[in-house]
């Protein structure tokens, strides 16, 4: 199978380009030919290079909804495709998803989208626009994946794709060391919130929070960078918490620094299926997240971690409190988190899964 993976950005090293990096890597490995095609040349091209995939930057794909950009972001990737002359083409990421559906129709090369996490869920701006778009290029996607139960449900809802059409595939991580799981039972807890420091990510409701348990004992790692940064630490000043909480920027290591913390957390305004709760899991961590979207999926609440309402301040320091001073039940949530994780969302059964609606898509005749 020759298959051509086109992504928006490759600006990022997060969660849909860690998921590309990992399934081409995985076909490749089977024979398959794989080429991923991705706005810019960022950091994605280079982890894409040290892996050995092939890579195509995209001139034209940007984030922002700019017609006239638009129109040549889908010549360019028709370009493309005439060029390589794929048997499936995987999209992944909203403006990808929407170009790609319409460069490939135009080429006649079967579609599978995948949706991490939909653009016009709750609290994302401008998220009208996008659920029109979605509506009106899901009929040129053969399937549809979405990365949790949540999501094909919301498609559905709103019209958004078929029943046959839709597939929940959650996502899945490979594996890491086993030197690499965490303690959670050390005391005093050293909290960690891996993210970048943009707008769908809530640190203000979690510096809040944290803010409020100044008398127990605490330290937060953050491992993330973004262009709210300087707001986050005058944030963390004035509210007399900037000596606690570490800004380490964007960090490769995060494995590391996952081992040797306590807890987790993911405070956000949106999310889809966050595969940094993943990560968590993996590592044996509980985990303290907004209970947005998919997030209950993974977090199943007073198992192997808790959830609050997205925005409550008052709450969140509540499910933090309840755990500083509780080792063995941090140590009992790690433990169920790692179950969970292995018996779920491992990044085999990610595979096989992803791997057999491929195989559906190109045995069906239209």
């Known amino acids: 199978m020759k298959i051509v993976f086109v992504l928006t950005s490759s600006e990022y090293l997060s969660g849909p380009q860690v998921h590309l990096r990992d399934l081409g890597t995985a076909l490749a490995a089977q024979g398959h030919q794989v080429r991923i095609a991705a706005g810019g040349a960022g950091p994605f091209r280079d982890e894409l290079d040290r892996v050995g995939l092939a890579y ?43 170009l790609g559906r319409i460069a490939a129709r135009l080429c006649g090369v079967p579609v599978v ?24 290029v899901a009929p040129l996607a053969r399937r549809i994946i979405t990365v949790c139960e ?11 794709g078929k029943e046959s059409q839709l597939v929940t595939i959650h996502n899945g991580m490979t594996d ?16 960690v919130m891996v993210s970048r ?9 979690l510096f809040r929070a944290l803010a409020r348990l100044q008398a127990a004992e605490w330290e937060l790692d953050l491992a993330g960078d973004g262009p709210l940064r300087a707001d986050l630490e005058r944030l963390a000043r004035d509210l007399d918490i900037d000596k606690r909480v570490h800004f380490l920027g964007a960090r490769t290591d995060v494995a590391e620094i996952l081992a040797r913390s306590q807890l987790f957390l993911l405070i956000s305004r949106y ?18 997240a907004s209970d947005v979207a998919g997030v209950h999926e993974s977090v199943v609440s007073g198992r192997n971690g808790l959830l609050a309402p997205r925005g409550d301040v008052e709450v969140l320091s509540q499910r933090i409190e309840s755990l500083l ?17 292995e018996s779920d969302f491992t990044f085999d059964a990610l595979f096989e899964k992803t791997r057999r609606v491929y195989s559906q898509v190109l045995g069906e005749t239209v």
Not at 67 to 87: A, H, Q, Y
Not at 197 to 205: C, F, I, P, R
């Open 113 to 136: 989208f995948t949706a991490h996490g939909w653009a016009f869920t709750e609290a994302v701006p401008g998220a009208a626009r996008y659920h029109t778009a979605e509506r009106l």
């Open 150 to 160: 949540r999501d094909r449900k919301l498609a559905l809802e709103t019209g958004v």
């Open 197 to 205: 420091l943009v707008e769908q990510k809530d640190h203000a409701t």
């Open 271 to 288: 999310e889809g299926f966050p595969r940094s709760i993943l990560e968590a899991m993996r590592a044996g961590l509980p985990v303290i």
């Open 176 to 191: 890491v060391d086993p030197l690499l799981r965490a303690d959670p039972s050390v005391s005093p807890p050293r909290l």
């Open 56 to 98: 195509t930057p995209l001139r034209h794909m940007v984030v922002p909804i700019r017609p006239w950009t638009d129109v040549r972001g889908v010549l360019e990737i028709v370009s493309l495709l005439r060029r390589e002359k794929p048997d499936l083409v995987s999209l992944h990421s909203s403006k990808a998803g929407v």
């Open 325 to 341: 001073d509780a080792p063995e039940r941090r140590a009992e949530m790690g433990r169920q988190g790692r179950q969970l994780y």
